[in-house]
């Protein structure tokens, strides 16, 4: 695959996000809409994509390079935890930008950004070692990713913090809101579990048991699940760019830290991995899906997961959108340098 071929395959999806940009500034979709259909992508045509792109022949080749996948990807996440805290301990942060930087270190945009790219240029194969290398991505961002996010341990919250969350309350009272209670420590804890059986996770393991166990879709079922798979990466892109249509473009540029995280997470990682794995004698497929999963952009996930549990959305907002912008720069020469 040459250059070009691979950049235009990648700056197509960019084109797309900035339809969702364009569309969300200009007010042709609201929030509620997008937030709908991202649990439309999720729920529906991203398990599709899954399960129809599992559909191999069995063969015991296949099956050990899945076995490698998933041990490569246990591996790596275990190496970027460790990582992290070095990371938020050199830049100085602290308190829930700390937190949020840790976020998106760890956890790329996997769900609405990689399976559309590997889509793109690996075809079904490419999806199928995906999910399989993604299934620790799913359990930690429910576990580890949750528990980030409720850290208070860092750092005590200021007087300006205080004063923040103050003033929302106080605002929320006039505008006749209520505050939200919190649920108990057991509704959390199911809660958690519940989260942790998603589509995305059943879609794999259903997926990988009928191709272990050679069981062929039947046609009209199958042409079904390829019509709803197809929607998942137009969908998914232009719901990253009304997402990232609500940032203020003139406060990103002044956050130091997204230029350490945008570093680290789309070119010092992904190139560790290739060291490391090219060293041990990887490639084709082996070599380029997981460089690429891991040169992804910040989980779009970490806003969500900020919002939900008091974090610093707006940092997370913002380091989401500034790798997503670097990102099309990155990703194509990544992805040329691996197929080129």
Do not use: H
């Not at 006749?176 to 995305?200: A, C, D, H, M």
């Not at 249509?245 to 130091?256: I, P």
């Amino acid at each position: 695959m040459d250059f070009f071929t691979t950049f235009y395959q990648i700056i197509s999806l960019f084109i797309l996000i900035a339809v969702g940009w364009v569309i969300s500034r200009l007010q042709l979709v609201d929030q509620p809409f997008i937030k709908t259909l991202s649990g439309f992508v999720i729920k529906v045509t991203l398990p599709a994509m899954i399960i129809k792109s599992m559909q191999f022949d069995f063969s015991l080749e296949l099956l050990l390079e899945s076995a490698y996948m998933f041990v490569i990807g246990i591996v790596m996440y275990g190496l970027m935890i460790a990582f992290s805290y070095g990371v938020v301990k050199f830049t100085g942060l602290s308190g829930g930008k700390a937190n949020a930087l840790q976020f998106l270190i760890i956890f790329g945009n996997v769900g609405y950004m990689g399976y559309p790219v590997m889509a793109s240029i690996f075809g079904d194969e490419g999806v199928f070692y995906t999910a399989l290398f993604n299934i620790p991505f799913n359990f930690l961002m429910m576990s580890l990713g949750v528990y980030l996010m409720t850290r208070k341990d860092l750092q005590k919250p200021g007087l300006e913090e205080l004063e923040r969350r103050s003033m929302s309350a106080v605002s929320l009272k006039e505008e006749g809101g209520t505050v939200r209670k919190e649920p108990s420590g057991t509704n959390k804890r199911f809660q958690r579990f519940g989260v942790l059986i998603n589509p995305g996770i059943i879609a794999t393991f259903t997926g990988f048991i009928l191709f272990v166990a050679s069981i062929e879709i039947p046609g009209p079922l199958f042409r079904a699940l390829d019509v709803l798979g197809e929607a998942t990466t137009p969908l998914a892109m232009i719901i990253i760019g009304a997402n990232l249509s609500r940032v203020a473009l003139s406060s990103v540029f002044r956050e130091k830290g997204l230029y350490w995280l945008s570093l680290l997470r789309l070119i010092l990682i992904p190139a560790f991995l290739y060291g490391v794995l090219t060293l041990l004698g990887v490639e084709g497929f082996l070599l380029a899906v997981p460089v690429l999963v891991f040169a992804m952009p910040a989980a779009a996930n970490a806003v969500v997961f900020a919002v939900m549990y008091d974090g610093d959305a707006d940092f997370a907002a913002k380091g989401v959108f500034f790798t997503t912008l670097c990102s099309a720069i990155t990703l194509p020469l990544i992805a040329y340098l691996l197929l080129g």
